[in-house]
């Protein structure tokens, strides 16, 4: 008689635990986090007080246990995710090794542990199931989603060369797999990226071109399609300039915005077209960038994965608001922008804000009539040293030339002028300029005021 309600109980939990594992998979695919963890954690105490020999019991518990790690992986928790999906690794490998939810836990495990950094054993793991795929016989999209997982850590571990070798298997298999579909897309996307670090650009822009392709057929608002276009944009207008650029980026814009709204592409594709207006240098061009701006700031707030892109729209938005003189506007986006940069370790981000912070600094006090004073001195001299190091040496010398030329003669003994001056000569020298024409209007200025 208690066995058989011991079994009675045995079947209720787990065709309870089927239900909330179906459930929790589906809101889990629906984004819809907080009701997948609390699925798959009832699902896992239903569970865990029944005999893992059973191997049905096993199965579940590890499907439970790896469906709240991928949920604390999405919410961005990857220790917790990583604390949780090593239990389920354990538990998988007991009841039913080498299988496809073996296979399943393990990537999984494997994002995680890249997602905390531990680059060499989730290349580790990566392999390992790739292997585990392969000896299974399964050769279709799941082994080129771990390709595609293996080239990811191996361009954060740094190896190009071998991402670029996983990635190129990857697009091979998707290729024959379903010539031209989704999977495809995110490989030739991988590829590009390897191939970019590598420095091979002509064969990585084939991989670039296939990749937005097949990605605004695939997946128009999804974060990888931004990615793709922001590498065009940038590369069409470094090699075609504004004008012809501006006319191809348009195109494009007008036939994914209705298709795709408020996606993180549109976002890329204004942002890009504020940058291309900005660059042309008139007073028109430049009100209808920083509308681009405005615009592209918009689209992407709405999408978190977004804010890199979200700070750098706004140094595009504040150098321009420096250059008309609208310095309350940029010092504003400039000091958020420098927090958001600081806070993530681009360092190279940070250090352009605090270039046109400077700058902005040197302009307040030019428009305060305080040009010429120790302090703006040391700002123009700040504000120099970030465009210099940025490579644009022409603004450095515009900033310092201008504080210098404004300093009366109780400033022009002072060591900040002297250290100006040296600042001066090394950024000509260094750009290829004469220091002997670059410094003669400034000492004319002086003759001029009587000193």
């Known amino acids: 008689m208690a066995r058989e309600r011991r079994r009675q109980v045995r079947n209720e939990r787990v ?10 998979d589906s809101a889990l695919a629906a984004g819809r986090l907080p009701e997948a963890a609390d699925l798959y954690a009832v699902a896992v105490y239903e569970l865990d007080d029944l005999d893992r020999g059973d191997r049905e019991v096993a199965v579940l518990l590890a499907h439970a246990l790896a469906g709240h790690g991928r949920v604390d992986r999405e ?11 090593t239990s389920a690794l354990a538990v998988i490998e007991q009841a039913e090794p080498g299988s496809a939810l073996h296979a399943d836990v393990l990537a999984c495990l494997a994002g995680a542990l890249r997602d905390t950094g531990a680059l060499d054993d989730a290349a580790a793991a990566f392999t390992d199931v790739l292997t585990m795929r392969r000896a299974a016989g399964r050769t279709g999209e799941a082994v080129v989603g771990t390709l595609n997982e293996l080239c990811h850590t191996l361009r954060s571990q740094g190896d ?9 298997e990857a697009v091979d298999l998707a290729e024959r797999l379903a010539p031209g579909g989704p999977a495809a897309a995110i490989s030739h996307h ?5 191939l970019d670090d590598l420095g091979r650009t002509d064969e990585a822009d084939a991989h670039l071109a296939r990749s937005i392709l097949l990605l605004l057929r695939h997946a128009p608002d999804a974060s990888v399609t931004a990615d793709a276009i922001d590498r065009w944009c940038g590369a069409l207008l470094s090699t075609e300039g504004p004008h012809d650029a501006l006319p191809c980026i348009d195109r494009h814009l007008a036939v994914i915005e209705p298709v795709a709204p408020g996606s993180p592409v549109v976002g890329v594709l204004r942002r890009w077209r504020g940058v291309g207006l900005a660059s042309i240098g008139s007073d028109e061009a430049d009100a209808e960038a920083l509308r681009e701006f405005e615009a592209a700031e918009r689209v992407l707030a709405d999408h978190p994965d977004q804010a890199d892109r979200v700070a750098r729209t706004m140094l595009d938005r504040a150098a321009v608001l420096v250059a008309h003189r609208a310095l309350d506007a940029a010092e504003t986006l400039l000091s958020a922008a420098e927090r958001h940069f600081t806070a993530t370790g681009d360092e190279r981000s940070a250090a352009e804000a605090a270039r046109l912070l400077a700058r ?21 001299r700040r504000a120099a040293g970030g465009c210099a190091a940025a ?5 450095a010398i515009d900033v310092l030339t201008r504080a210098l030329s404004a300093v009366d ?7 900040e002028v002297l250290h100006a001056m040296r600042q001066l000569v090394g950024i000509a020298s260094g750009a290829g300029r004469s220091p002997a024409r670059v410094v003669r209007p400034i000492v004319d200025r002086w003759a001029d005021a009587g000193g």
């Open 15 to 24: 065709g309870s635990a089927r239900w909330r594992l179906r459930e929790g």
């Open 75 to 85: 919410r961005g928790n990857p220790q917790r995710a990583l604390e949780t999906l």
């Open 160 to 168: 190009a060369e071998a991402a670029a070798q996983a990635a190129r």
């Open 190 to 194: 991988n590829l590009r990226q390897a």
């Open 360 to 380: 902005t600094a040197f302009e307040r006090l030019a428009a305060d009539g305080c040009g010429g004073t120790v302090e703006a001195l040391a700002a123009a």
């Open 391 to 395: 490579g644009r040496p022409d603004e």
């Open 409 to 415: 003669a109780r400033v022009r003994m002072s060591a």
